[in-house]
């Protein structure tokens, strides 16, 4: 079964910049490639968001709250998917996953201190 791991989540000052990495396993190459890749997250005491999906052929959506500040991207040789987030905000607080397809990952915390 696809398995797929975050990380690269952390506490960090308002203003500062994190990059997370989901990988995944049990998966060949020619199905990760040809999937969209997507991020969300899910804040204190709000509903699970997307946050950015970057499709097969490297086309990038990003949520409105992170256009300009977040970017995401793919290394399909290495299973990975990346969001590189900068200028974080404290609204930017919660736990972010990685799902490809119908899989999620566990979910890495990222908290961003005022």
């Known amino acids: 079964q696809v398995q797929l791991v975050e990380s690269g989540g952390g506490l960090v000052q308002a203003g500062g910049s994190l990059r997370l990495s989901c990988v995944a396993s049990?998966?060949?190459?020619?199905?990760?490639?040809?999937?969209?890749l997507t991020w969300y997250r899910q804040s204190p005491g709000k509903e699970r968001e997307l946050v950015a999906s970057?499709?097969?052929?490297?086309?990038?959506y990003y949520a409105d709250f992170v256009k300009g500040r977040f970017t995401i991207s793919r290394d399909n040789k290495r299973y990975t998917v990346y969001l590189q987030m900068n200028n974080l905000d404290p609204e930017d607080t919660g736990t972010y996953s990685c799902?490809?397809?119908?899989?999620w990952g566990q979910g890495t915390q990222v908290t961003v201190s005022s």
């Open positions: 970057i499709t097969d052929s490297g086309s990038e």
């Open positions: 799902k490809m397809s119908n899989i």
């Open positions: 049990r998966v060949t190459f020619a199905l990760f490639r040809s999937v969209t």
